[in-house]
């Protein structure tokens, strides 16, 4: 039986895709770079926002990524709800889980004050046992570390774990943690990813959580 599922944020949760590319847009055209049509960035979010702009200007030295880094979070921080909505079926999903008594956390590569502000807007009556974001001196997913913040402020048996997530990061995240992992289609990336980075599940709609939940039971 499975008693805390790990969400990942970004392309799981919720869809951020158009604020992200928004603002990594903005910081562009601050320093006169050039701009990329949003579904492009479908393939640039995924390792933090720092990756984000070095994928985005990759030419860039590391004095122009801080700069565009400053520039982005700038206008993250006011229109990071502008477009961002959770996927259908999301809400019903969590709440579900809140009424059967399984724990849910959030592992995301979104920066920690974003991840918080965000999680808590679109979820206010979940309540997350934890909800990790990228933090400064912690290297980002795939590097497992997230997942054992997660397991020290909610200690549970790694094979009552869940980790939910959208692209192979998230996968190859889960499995240097040794949980076992579900893949989504509705994220930023094509189903190839998650088979590639063997994801253990793979589903296309919220509801198929629950059940693959519930066969565990
Ligand atoms: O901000 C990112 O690069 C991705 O964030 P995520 O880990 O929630 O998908």
């Not at 562009?28 to 994928?55: C, D, S, T, W």
């Not at 999680?119 to 206010?124: R, W």
């Not at 290297?139 to 054992?148: A, L, M, N």
Request: glycine content about 6%; charged content about 25%; aromatic content about 8%.
């Amino acid at each position: 039986m499975k008693k805390l599922t790990i969400f990942d944020l970004d392309g799981t949760l919720l869809n951020t895709i158009y604020d992200l590319g928004e603002a990594c847009n903005y910081a562009l055209r601050k320093l006169g770079f050039n701009q990329h049509p949003i579904p492009a960035y479908n393939y640039m979010v995924g390792n933090g926002v720092r990756k984000l702009i070095e994928r985005a200007q990759p030419d860039a030295d590391v004095k122009i990524v801080d700069e565009l880094l400053e520039l982005f979070k700038e206008y993250y921080d006011i229109h990071c709800m502008d477009d961002t909505k959770p996927y259908t079926g999301i809400p019903e999903l969590l709440q579900e889980l809140t009424d059967k008594g399984v724990a849910i956390a959030v592992a995301s590569n979104k920066y920690q004050e974003a991840a918080i502000r965000i999680v808590k807007h679109y979820f206010p009556d979940i309540p997350f046992v934890s909800i990790q974001g990228q933090q400064d001196g912690r290297p980002t997913k795939p590097d497992p570390s997230i997942v054992f913040s997660i397991l020290t402020e909610h200690p549970t048996p790694k094979s009552e774990v869940l980790y939910i997530g959208d692209s192979g990061v998230d996968m190859e995240t889960a499995r240097r943690a040794c949980v076992e992992s579900v893949g989504v289609s509705w994220g930023f990336r094509p189903i190839s990813e998650l088979r590639n980075a063997l994801a253990d599940n793979i589903v296309s709609s919220p509801s198929e959580i629950l059940k693959l939940l519930s066969d565990k039971f």
